[in-house]
């Protein structure tokens, strides 16, 4: 079974600082995707990431997919309080059909 | 808004019980998805359909079944409830069958079994 690992689990973070978050998942996958969860409710996609060397933007977020190391980051550049939430990244099983979660990062920013 | 939709958004029943859950996905998606979600589990895939048909299942228990209809809309099944059966349940839908098209998901059913 295709593991998802994301690191922190926790993240408390001050305004302006910046910080990455980082996604490992195990088996060969080339495409992954990234989440938000705000406290009590549904997911909210932030990004597609297709293809090795892939990197998307918005705003204060950037993502990156490195496909040969297996991992994914997810930066944040000076954080500010409406980033605080709950983030995933998922991948997607070889047939295509299954999507597995990483464990999810909270983060809190701190004014 | 993503444009899914479940009901009901909040279910409370007996351990033992069985309840449907009812997703509609957005205007032209033809795969829905069905996760949990559990303090303790973490986001976990149930099952996939598409225009009808299942099409991949993952952590599904057998008390639990799903299907999908003509009209595309598809029902979660829950039956022999037990409390560890608490927790958010959520569908997403997308485009196509693969994993090449973003999931939209919808506001999610909050199950408390008692």
């Known amino acids: 079974e295709l593991k998802v690992e994301q690191n922190p689990l926790f993240l408390s973070m001050q305004e302006g600082k910046n910080y990455t978050i980082y996604c490992n998942y195990s088996?060969?996958?080339?495409?992954l995707y990234w989440y938000r969860q705000d406290p009590g409710k549904s997911l909210e996609s932030l990004f597609v990431l297709l293809s090795n060397g892939a990197v998307k933007q918005e705003g204060r977020l950037m993502a990156s997919l490195d496909t040969k190391a297996r991992l994914s980051t997810l930066h944040i550049t000076a954080a500010v309080h409406d980033l605080s939430a709950t983030y995933f990244c998922?991948?997607?099983?070889?047939?295509?059909?299954?999507?597995?979660f990483g464990t999810g990062t909270s983060l809190t920013v701190i004014p | 808004d993503s444009g899914v939709t479940q009901t009901p958004k909040h279910l409370i029943t007996a351990t033992g019980q069985r309840v449907t859950l009812r997703c509609s996905p957005r205007?032209?998606?033809?795969?829905v998805y069905w996760y949990q979600q559990s303090l303790d589990q973490g986001l976990q895939f149930l099952i996939q359909?598409?225009?009808?048909?299942?099409?991949a299942k993952g952590n599904i228990l057998e008390r639990f079944s799903a299907q999908q209809f003509p009209d595309l809309h598809s029902e979660l099944n829950l039956s022999s409830l037990e409390l560890g059966d608490s927790a958010l349940y959520f569908c997403?839908?997308?485009?196509?069958?693969?994993?090449?098209?973003?999931?939209?998901f919808g506001p999610g059913t909050r199950l408390t079994v008692l």
């Open positions: 998922a991948v997607v099983s070889r047939t295509g059909n299954q999507f597995y």
């Open positions: 088996t060969t996958s080339d495409r």
């Open positions: 359909y598409y225009n009808g048909e299942e099409r």
């Open positions: 997403a839908s997308s485009v196509v069958a693969s994993g090449r098209n973003e999931q939209f």
């Open positions: 205007s032209g998606d033809l795969s």
